[in-house]
């Protein structure tokens, strides 16, 4: 099963580095496993009452509970991970990362394409425009 932990932003600042990204993606056995692993690759729980977090803000990673049931594929929201477009990350930057058992890691980069979709949308004739933006 798979297990989704997404990061919240206290004091409006979402940390990507060589573990983390917004959406962080375990395969575990159990919520429980998950949690664990989460641990070990940086993630931490109860950030506000530590004082690593802001109080205000609230908790960067929030733990699963024991009983929680993950999916059998990886997704964010439901959404397969290529197909979504994650609003607070820049082009270039991880957004997902996901942790399999074998040891793989899957990584998730907006990526230009995705611009194209929302451009027709908005304009007519969104192919010329996007071909001018290049």
């Known amino acids: 099963m798979f297990y989704t932990f ?5 004091g409006g600042i979402f940390v990507i580095d060589d573990t983390s990204a917004v959406h962080v993606i375990i ?6 496993e ?9 993630l931490y729980f109860h950030g506000s009452s530590l004082g690593i977090d802001c109080v205000l803000g609230g908790n960067r990673w929030e733990e699963l509970w ?3 049931i993950g999916t059998e594929t990886p997704n964010i929201f439901g959404t397969e991970i290529s197909e979504y ?12 990362r996901v942790f399999f058992k074998s040891g793989e890691v899957d990584e ?7 611009i194209k979709p929302m451009l ?3 304009y007519s004739d969104g192919e010329k425009l996007v071909k001018t933006l290049h």
């Not at 998950?34 to 940086?42: F, P, R, V, W």
Request: proline content about 7%.
């Open 120 to 122: 027709e949308l908005i």
């Open 85 to 96: 477009a994650c609003p607070w990350t820049p082009r270039g930057l991880t957004y997902c």
């Open 6 to 10: 997404d990061q919240n932003n206290p």
């Open 108 to 114: 998730y980069f907006l990526e230009e394409r995705r």
């Open 27 to 32: 395969e575990a056995d159990s919520a429980s």
């Open 34 to 42: 998950a949690n664990q692993i989460a641990k070990e690759l940086g």
């Open 66 to 68: 024991d009983g929680e």
